[in-house]
């Protein structure tokens, strides 16, 4: 069973951030780290995988992260995400003692649900929904393992984004709809500004 570290880098921006990102982050952890990107960088020690991609924001990666992570089970972390303790290994004993998937839920719920999307994915979206009142995700720091239920989801995860390719957190809900998982919910501390295990810097990579 193979435990490793994914960031995704695309552009000057996206790599300065996810060297920063790499680097606090060998401060708290001796996993395996893979940088998924367009071509090898002279960062020694990662496991480079070179991908072309041109889409929104990289999202095109991101969802097809089963396939191009090299590990059983993965932590992917978005590259202007800062680990602030070792405690971030706490996702991958929630792996371990079965369940599928590991995240923390987004800052936007209730009337702010779906804030960040357009607005003809937005509309789209809740044509689809059962549930009245879904949890938006956030999926820049999330644990999976590559299990079958868990690759199923990717591939309705792909085809859902695939149908706007923009952001992928309203794909990702209409994905877990088609195909539940077993999911752990974390606070907010683990994916957040000036979170305690993670500090999310948002937008920063893309700034």
């Not at 708290?28 to 020690?45: D, N, R, Y």
């Not at 924001?57 to 202007?80: C, E, I, M, W």
């Not at 009337?111 to 820049?140: C, M, S, V």
Request: proline share 4%.
């Amino acid at each position: 069973m193979t435990k490793g570290i994914c960031y995704i880098a695309y552009g000057n921006t996206s790599l300065r951030e996810a060297r920063r990102a790499i680097e606090g982050l060998k401060q708290h952890v001796k996993l395996k780290i893979a940088l998924i990107c367009e071509k090898p960088t002279l960062m020694k020690g990662i496991y480079h995988i070179p991908y072309e991609d041109s889409t929104f924001g990289a999202r095109g990666v991101k969802v097809s992260l089963d396939n191009l992570s090299p590990f059983d089970q993965t932590l992917y972390l978005d590259a202007d995400t800062r680990v602030m303790s070792p405690a971030i290994l706490y996702g991958f004993e929630v792996l371990d003692a079965g369940w599928d998937l590991v995240i923390a839920p987004s800052a936007n719920q209730g009337h702010n649900l779906f804030a960040h999307i357009d607005p003809k994915e937005r509309e789209y979206t809740w044509t689809q929904l059962t549930n009245p009142f879904p949890l938006q995700l956030q999926a820049g720091v999330m644990w999976f393992s590559k299990c079958d239920r868990v690759l199923e989801f990717f591939d309705a995860w792909r085809v859902e984004w695939n149908m706007f390719k923009q952001h992928d957190q309203a794909a990702m809900v209409r994905a877990l709809q088609q195909h539940p998982l077993r999911i752990w919910i974390l606070g907010q501390d683990w994916n957040s500004r000036r979170g305690a295990i993670v500090d999310h810097y948002f937008g920063r990579a893309t700034a």
